[in-house]
Structure formats: C-alpha cells, structure tokens
C-alpha cells in the first residue's frame, strides 16, 4: 500500500481544523480508526499508509486530502520516521495499567513461559474489575522487553458505539491497515480470503495482540448458554490461527466468560488463567503505592479489614485508596469512621453470624460516589447483560446472593425449579454463573459447595430486592 506525508505547508491548516471539530489527540485517533502513533506521525509531516492518511483528514471534515499532500519526492526514510515507524508498531495507549501496579509475579511468570512456550492464546478470565485488563497491558511491558516483537494489534470490545464493531470483517480490516496490507474491496467481501490474508501476516511476523473484554461479542440463549461468537467468523479466525503448524504471533484475550471451545484439538497451543483478587501483601503494597502511608498498627489492621471483605479486589481498592488520599487527606482512622467502619463491620458481623441468609442489603459496591460510580456501574453492565440474555441465570444469582454461606447445588436450583424452569436450563443457568466466576466451589465434607464473591453479593442483592 502507498504511504503519503502531508505538505509542511498544510499542517497550520490541519490543526485550524481540528481545533474547530474540537478534538483531543486521543479522540482524533479514535475516529480516525487509527493508533495515537500514526497520527503523531501524520502532524510532523511523517509518511504513512494512504488509507490511514485519509481517514485522519476526513475525521476533521477535510475531504479533498489530495490537497493536503506532499508532492516532493522522498528518497529514503529519515532517522525521524523510523523512530517514529518503531515507537508506532509497538504503541499503547494504557486503559488499565499504571504506575501503582503491585503483585501477580508467579501469574506473569506462568503466563510469560506459556507465551514464550507453546501457548499461541492466553485466556484471562475473571469478574469485572478485578484486573484483566492491567494485566494484560502488563505483560505487554514484560514482553517487549524482548526485541523480537515488532507489532502491537489491539481492540477492545466494551463501551464500543459501532454496531458494527465486533464483526470481524471491521477488525480484521483495520488491523490489515495497520500492518500496512493492502485490503481490496473483494476482500472485505470475501471473509475466508481476508482470514487467510491476516493469518499470513500473523505467521510470518513477531505480533502481539491484545483483545479485550471478549464477552460482548459472545452470545447465549437458555439452550445453550453463553459462550458462542456472534459472528462466527472469529471462531474460523481462532481455529485458523491454531492450526498453523507454525505461527510468530500470539493472541492475550481478557473476559468476564469463557467463549466456546474453538481450540479444534489443539488444546497444547490455548492457555487459560483464572484472575483472582490481590492478596493481603498485595493490598497494602497498593494502599502505600498510591500515597496512603501507615503510622500505627490499627491502621494496617483497618486496610486489611477493608481488603478482606472486598476479596482483593484491584478497581474498588483503587477507589478507596484514591478516596483516603483525597477526601480525607491520607487520613486512614477518619474515613474508617466516616464511611468504613459501618459497612465492613456490618459485613463481617453477618459473614461470622450463625444466620443462612441476608436480611438487609450491603452497600460495599456503593458505601461512597466514587464506589457508586465507577464499581456499582461495572457489576450492573454485567448483570444487565445476564437479564436480557440468559435471565434464569440472572435470577440464579439475585437468589443466590441471599445466602451467606456456601450452599449445595441442589439448594441453588431449587429457587428455579419454583420458576417452572426445565432441568436443563437450571443446569445450563448454573454454568453460566460459573464461567463468569459470578459464583465460585469450594469442598466441604466431600461435597461441592457454591459461594460468592462478597462485592458481587452485594450488587445481586440489590438486584434481588428489585425482582
């Protein structure tokens, strides 16, 4: 594919425009369908691919970009362009992933020996919010260390407005752009001709892909579950990519349920890691990482109150730690007494009561705004998405948070045997909540006992009072 650069005269004129459709950098990129990379190339007046140059032009309202482009041959690429050709292959804009990262170093390990091994996809599976997405963007850190990866491809899947957005067509497309491959009209047209074009390339080059929050390009019904590709193109794309007796590339997917098997025998090259909270070094480790400093004992023993109920997990003690720093100025005894001690003491004093079920609601996914906001916010999207498409196993869980402790299967499925619901879809119903890691197993006496996370008793409960 052709690469163009923009005129040096032109460029005053680029940024008026962009001024006037007042977009940030960041967001210029996004409607352009381009990385931040590319685009700082474009503003210095840098070559890049033609299809990505108009794109950007047309994302702030200049259509005519013939106009815009330098017509003074090049010779050769300056040393400013391939610095800029290798800061652009391996770019990342960080969704999750900061400067307060703590803890994971035996799952990193695991994680990067299956990469570096045999594993061409790494699953990470877990709740919302537990730290999938920092994860993955972590081991991106680690793993570019290592200079034989020279390309970065990424999506993610969640807050996407395009209806459009999961097909793979769309994604296969703009990756192929990336890549500098040239993508015909009669490719877009013909998906097995466009796989087999994106396979070559992954094959032949030293690629890391990031795709993240999966789930919402699956799909489920009361039959069957919810485990399979909208489009089913993905699930060739996958297979494909397996069954290369060969392949450079490797594929790190994040989500909040297991998609459906698409290994096709090759279950040597596909690696799953379940992602569970932060364990109690870990939490205090993040606390004194975000400026929370410990003067006396009590105020260990309070974060680790506090890390404990929340089960480790990474975005609410994030939030609360931010909450301490900045509402109460690093003031650990004032916000346990303000906004802590109620919550988590009225927790533990129900988890170690001799009582089966809740008889009022918690409020840990809500004790403050910012928890209200940022964690309350996430749980709901995947408990919506539960109602609408497998509702039996959405009133598994509203039903299920009213225990508080760890109840046999039979005691679960007995609420959707009142619901008139077949044995099948309380078996498929009880599935789903696994696969989300919404309800976890424990081995009590010989048995299987379910139990929940405390965090996700707390919005299901809400939910139940709402039934």
């Known amino acids: 594919m052709p690469t163009i650069r923009a005129s040096p005269e032109k460029l005053e004129k680029i940024e008026i425009a962009r001024e006037i459709k007042g977009l940030t950098l960041e967001e210029w990129a996004l409607s352009a369908y381009t990385s931040v990379g590319t685009l700082k190339k474009f503003r210095n007046g840098l070559s890049i691919q033609q299809s990505a140059f108009v794109s950007i032009c047309k994302a702030i309202g200049i259509d005519n970009w013939e106009e815009i482009v330098d017509k003074t041959p ?203 909270g932060l364990e109690v070094t870990e939490q205090l480790e993040l606390f004194k990482k975000i400026g929370i400093e410990t003067k006396a004992e009590t105020e260990i023993n309070y974060l680790k109150r506090i890390g404990k109920v929340y089960e480790g997990h990474a975005l609410t003690l994030k939030v609360i730690a931010g909450t301490i720093k900045t509402e109460y100025q690093g003031n650990i005894l004032a916000y346990w007494e303000d906004e802590g001690k109620q919550e988590i003491e009225k927790v533990e004093k129900d988890l170690e009561s001799s009582q089966e079920n809740m008889t009022t609601a918690w409020e840990l996914h809500k004790a403050n705004r910012d928890l209200y906001f940022k964690v309350r916010y996430k749980f709901n999207k995947t408990f919506e998405r539960l109602k609408e498409h497998n509702y039996y196993s959405y009133l598994l869980i509203c039903f299920a948070s009213t225990y508080l402790s760890p109840h046999s299967k039979e005691d679960l499925l007995e609420h959707l045997a009142e619901e008139e619901c077949s044995e099948k879809e309380q078996r498929i119903a009880l599935q789903i909540l696994m696969e989300e890691q919404l309800l976890d197993t424990i081995v009590q006496e010989n048995s299987i006992f379910f139990k929940m996370h405390n965090l996700i008793r707390s919005v299901a409960y809400e939910h139940f009072e709402n039934l």
């Open 74 to 276: 090049l010779a050769r690429k300056s040393q400013k362009e391939k610095e800029f050709d290798q800061e652009d292959n391996l770019a990342i804009n960080f969704i999750a992933y900061e400067d307060t990262w703590v803890g994971r170093e035996s799952t990193i390990t695991t994680i990067k020996q299956n990469i570096s091994g045999s594993s061409r996809i790494v699953i990470l599976n877990g709740i919302t919010g537990i730290g999938k997405t920092a994860l993955a963007e972590k081991l991106y850190t680690e793993l570019i260390i290592e200079t034989k990866w020279n390309k970065l491809l990424r999506v993610n899947f969640d807050n996407q407005d395009q209806s459009d957005f999961g097909n793979f067509v769309t994604v296969a497309d703009r990756w192929l752009q990336e890549c500098g491959v040239l993508v015909i009209p009669e490719d877009r047209q013909d998906i097995p001709r466009l796989q087999k074009k994106l396979i070559e390339y992954l094959k032949e080059n030293h690629c890391l892909m990031i795709i993240d929050s999966l789930e919402w390009i699956l799909k489920g019904n009361q039959e069957h579950g919810w485990s399979e590709f909208k489009d089913r193109a993905w699930v060739n794309f996958f297979r494909l990519f397996l069954s290369e007796l060969q392949c450079n590339s490797r594929i790190i997917l994040t989500t909040q349920h297991l998609p459906e098997d698409v290994s096709a025998g090759y279950d040597n090259f596909w690696f799953c890691q379940p992602i569970k």
